[in-house]
């Protein structure tokens, strides 16, 4: 995961549609809250808003095409999830508990409540969980206040990862001092899969190896041949800390062993 700037003005469709969909949703709630929070009732949420092609490409831009969460490279194998932060449809403060009823339906068609993110991360791993540090100040419609609540997750749209995750070369884990959260976020979404540290460690494993070129060739300055080819793996080395490329947080974590 790495710090996303998130771009200042929503899309128009959740401004106008998503909008009044929200309002329709509160209005709903309003006349017949109990049977909402007892799930007898349940919100119609409107993909074509929330998920709307323009939706859709402004998170794709804004996050380099890359999952908030594992930051894989998503659009060349999969369509990928317009995710909810704070879940629509329900919400677990463990993965175990019954789901809570209704959810953040009134967050549906936020523009600050929505990432882009593979389907691993989203279906198989987040899914309706969202825990506080405090359950009891759990935000439960639209009239409740959310500033009260202190998620678990780390929001990378408004802190930065690096603060509680770090990486022990393809391996992540949470940073200590911050209760728990770095941990909890990583083992939530499944950061540490099999899959996916597989190809984290083929990622450092190549860019060791430009490391490797860049050393020799410094250690052999009268070789222009190698001079060369060094300053191109210096330039891969340089671009696998952008924002843009493949598990930049984790290059980020292990830039100083690379040595390039
Ligand atoms: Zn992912």
């Not at 728990?180 to 540290?197: D, I, K, P, S, Y």
């Not at 190549?206 to 009268?222: C, E, K, N, S």
Request: net charge positive; proline share 4%; hydrophobic share 35%.
């Amino acid at each position: 995961m790495i710090r996303i700037r998130r771009t200042s003005s929503a899309p128009a469709v959740l401004r106008t549609k998503g909008k009044n969909k929200r309002r329709g949703h509160s209005l709903s709630y309003t006349a017949n809250p109990a049977a909402y929070d007892s799930g007898a009732l349940k919100f119609e949420f409107d993909g074509d808003i929330y998920a709307h092609d323009d939706v859709k490409a402004v998170l794709k831009a804004m996050q380099h095409d890359k999952c908030a969460f594992c930051e894989s490279k998503v659009s060349h194998i999969a369509y990928g999830d317009v995710e909810h932060y704070r879940p629509k449809g329900g919400f677990r403060q463990h993965q175990a508990d019954v789901l809570g009823r209704p959810g953040y339906y009134w967050l549906a068609y936020e523009w600050d409540n929505l990432l882009f993110s593979c389907q691993l991360c989203n279906q198989r791993f987040k899914k309706n969980l969202f825990p506080l540090i405090d359950p009891a100040a759990r935000a439960r419609n639209h009239k409740d206040a959310l500033r009260r609540e202190a998620p678990v997750m780390v929001d990378p749209s408004k802190e930065d990862p690096a603060d509680y995750i770090g990486f022990r070369a393809e391996v992540a884990y949470g940073l200590d001092g911050t209760g728990g959260r770095g941990e909890q976020t990583l083992n939530a979404l499944g950061l540490n899969r099999v899959e996916l540290v597989e190809v984290r460690r083929d990622k450092l494993k190549y860019l060791h190896a430009f490391g490797q070129i860049v050393r020799t060739a410094a250690d052999h300055p009268q070789n222009a041949a190698l001079r060369e080819v060094a300053e191109r793996a210096q330039q891969q080395l340089d671009r696998a800390v952008h924002d843009s490329a493949e598990f930049a947080g984790m290059v980020r974590g292990t830039v100083a062993d690379l040595g390039g």
